[in-house]
């Protein structure tokens, strides 16, 4: 099993930058992609960015998309998520998730591990 745990949320302008961090331990040799998703209340979870683990090819929801930076350290197990130009539609719970399977996908039910979720608020 592997066990991500995030961290970097907050609250903040909007125009402002965050940056949330995953740690990864346990099996980290089964990872093949890590994802953001994120959750408002009432909605489902959504995808915003993913990243394989060791190539570092990022893929980018279109509403996130030159806004958002997805990034990797493989000597620390952790994956980042910079977020600029924050704009309060960008206000959830932002989760990192982990996915052993070569092909890419959006559905949240395709990934096998799960952070506990942090929570980003942009206000205007």
């Known amino acids: 099993q592997a066990q991500l745990i995030e961290s970097g949320g907050g609250s903040v302008l909007a125009g402002g930058s965050l940056r949330l961090s995953c740690v990864v331990s346990?099996?980290?040799?089964?990872?093949?992609?890590m994802a953001w998703f994120r959750q408002s209340p009432g909605q489902e979870r959504q995808f915003v960015a993913s990243?394989?683990?060791?190539?570092?090819?990022?893929y980018y929801a279109d509403s996130v998309k030159g806004r958002f930076t997805c990034s990797r350290d493989n000597a620390k197990n952790t994956g980042y998520l910079q977020m600029s130009n924050l704009k309060p539609d960008d206000t959830a719970v932002y989760f990192c998730?982990?996915?052993?399977?070569?092909?890419?996908?959006?559905?949240?039910?395709?990934?096998?591990?799960w952070g506990q979720g942090t929570q980003v608020t942009v206000s205007s």
């Open positions: 990243i394989t683990w060791r190539a570092g090819n990022t």
């Open positions: 346990g099996e980290t040799a089964s990872i093949y992609r």
């Open positions: 998730a982990s996915s052993p399977k070569v092909y890419w996908s959006a559905i949240a039910g395709d990934y096998d591990y």
